[in-house]
């Protein structure tokens, strides 16, 4: 399986983006996608994960409110609307598929990486 993500790029403080990562093949109709990201010098962490039939989401505390994902799971693709970016949401993010059908917060429930987009929000 290979996840490809697009959508990075360079922003000022208060634009928005939104990523999209598409599978290479069927694996995520029963199973959860998320994405997390990393800041240089800084471990990857969660940024926000949704159920495999998409009625079900969740963020971390610092992007809720401002980042929405949703999936299309006829095109195999999860997406990342991201508003009102600020600075430190600078990093490669990356989108990943869960071993489950949820997407939970730690790094051990992925069952696969895509190489990652860098986002990179300037004042």
């Known amino acids: 399986v290979q996840l490809q993500a697009s959508g990075g790029g360079s922003v000022h403080t208060g634009d928005s983006l939104r990523l999209s990562c598409a599978a290479s093949?069927?694996?995520?109709?029963?199973?959860?996608m998320g994405w997390f990201r990393q800041a240089p010098g800084k471990e990857r962490e969660f940024v926000a994960g949704?159920?495999?039939?998409?009625?079900?989401?969740n963020y971390a505390d610092n992007v809720q409110g401002r980042f929405t994902i949703s999936r299309d799971n006829a095109k195999n693709t999860v997406y990342l609307q991201m508003n009102s970016l600020k600075p430190e949401d600078t990093a490669v993010y990356y989108c990943?598929?869960?071993?489950?059908?949820?997407?939970?917060?730690?790094?051990?429930?992925?069952?696969?990486w895509g190489q990652g987009t860098q986002v990179t929000v300037s004042s």
């Open positions: 990943a598929v869960s071993l489950s059908s949820y997407m939970g917060r730690g790094l051990t429930n992925v069952r696969y």
């Open positions: 093949r069927r694996t995520s109709s029963n199973n959860g």
């Open positions: 949704i159920n495999w039939r998409g009625d079900s989401t």
